[in-house]
């Protein structure tokens, strides 16, 4: 299938510690982008990164992408307990972005 | 920052009753889409739109699903006969190109069916 797969589903760390999620998918792609979702509220974007990037920084976040192994990484460091939230690693078709199941993060105080 | 503003945040409609969901794209976007989430499920794409017409729908987007793009500004969707099932989050986004830089989604209209 085209969607992302997001490991772990679930990952629960203390607060000042790094997140690492993962995402492995199965077609080729354009670009590959993350959003994080809050408890039952809207999508937010975070970082989009190129078939043709191999690692891209936005703040606290790192993202990488291995296109020979269909895998990208995100890494959030020194966690907060605001980064609680569903993170998604998001395959893009033609005209559309096709979710996962995301990893739900939860940073303990 | 520019947003995407959807209107109403929580709507509840009687089973068979029309609704009518507004989203409100950033204004130099040209495309446009919704998405739904079934409440502990996937994000799922619905639609997509451009040039003032469907670019692209999923199975999920039957004859009862309708969108429009009334004036240079709102994009709806209009259920026009409702079903339990339909109860979700319905989200609408928009893109200045083909989400080639990314996708703005708005915070969601909760939809629920009685």
């Known amino acids: 299938s085209q969607q992302g797969e997001e490991d772990p589903q679930a990952l629960s760390i203390q607060e000042g510690e790094n997140a690492t999620m993962n995402c492995s998918y199965k077609t080729s792609i354009n670009n590959l982008q993350w959003y994080r979702q809050n408890s039952g509220r809207g999508l937010v974007h975070l970082i989009l990164?190129?078939?043709?990037?191999r690692e891209k920084h936005s703040g606290r976040l790192r993202v990488t992408l291995d296109t020979s192994k269909k895998s990208s990484s995100l890494l959030i460091t020194a966690s907060r307990a605001a980064d609680t939230a569903s993170y998604f690693c998001?395959?893009?078709?033609?005209?559309?972005?096709?979710f996962g199941q995301g990893t739900r993060l939860t940073i303990n105080p | 920052e520019p947003e995407v503003t959807q209107t109403p945040s929580h709507q509840v409609t009687q089973m068979g009753q029309e609704v009518i969901l507004r989203c409100v794209p950033i204004?130099?976007?040209?495309?446009f889409y919704w998405y739904r989430q079934i409440l502990g499920q996937k994000v799922e794409f619905l639609v997509s739109?451009?040039?003032?017409?469907?670019?692209?729908k999923s199975e999920i987007f039957d004859d009862q699903f309708s969108v429009e793009r009334p004036d240079g500004s709102n994009f709806t969707l209009k259920i026009r006969s409702t079903k339990l099932e339909d109860s979700a989050m319905y989200f609408c986004a928009s893109s200045a190109d083909r989400g080639n830089y990314g996708y703005t989604f708005g915070s969601g209209t909760r939809l629920t069916v009685v």
């Open positions: 204004s130099n976007h040209l495309y």
């Open positions: 998001v395959i893009q078709g033609a005209q559309k972005l096709v």
């Open positions: 990164i190129r078939s043709n990037e």
């Open positions: 739109f451009y040039n003032n017409e469907i670019s692209e």
